[in-house]
């Protein structure tokens, strides 16, 4: 069982895995746990390599914190909608990776050229419209977006993913980059070829059985 520490420490882990992995630069990039009624949330302008688990920061339903704590992520709001709207997410991963913010800079959500494009929960990886960082104009127009969905490209942003864990969030979050990757190589040779609904249909249908299998 999960407790805070444990959650603090996997905080930390997922950063600095992102960071490893190229999927964010700096101090871009922020990740939150559901934790009793809120959320453990990174710490405002803090890089991966300096990150103890003691400056994660609880915010409460009202968006209070602890007397002393470190002032959290400025996209707080975003992971708070977003773990407050979804029980099926206990983690949410938000990074700028290149490929993907690239397609969010160009306004292209990720079509169905490959069919670990479902990892995401649907047949595309879908962009929320552009707001302001930090905004509650961007973080409602990140939870519409994600109706249905374990991730979606920001426009002029980046990408979020959720899911039950922070590993899977990360996991969805670096399969996002991937796909990404790839669409920006396909479409510089003239554009992929893509799968259809029905296909598309039948390859989230065995996810889900996967993900059954996977549960028992
Ligand atoms: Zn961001």
Redesign the pocket.
Known sequence: MSNETTLREAIVVTMRAMDARGLNRGT???VSVRWNDGMLITPSGVVPAALTPDQIVYVAPDGSTPSGSSRPSS?WQMHQGILAGRSDAQAVV?C?SRHATTLACAGKEIPPLHYMVAVAGGSSVPLAPYAT?GSNTLAQGVIATLAGRRACLMAN??QIAIGPTLGMALAIADEVEEQAAVYCGALAMGGPILLDEAEMKNILAAFARYGQRKDD
């Open positions: 871009s990039g922020n996209e938000h700028h960082f942003h980046g």
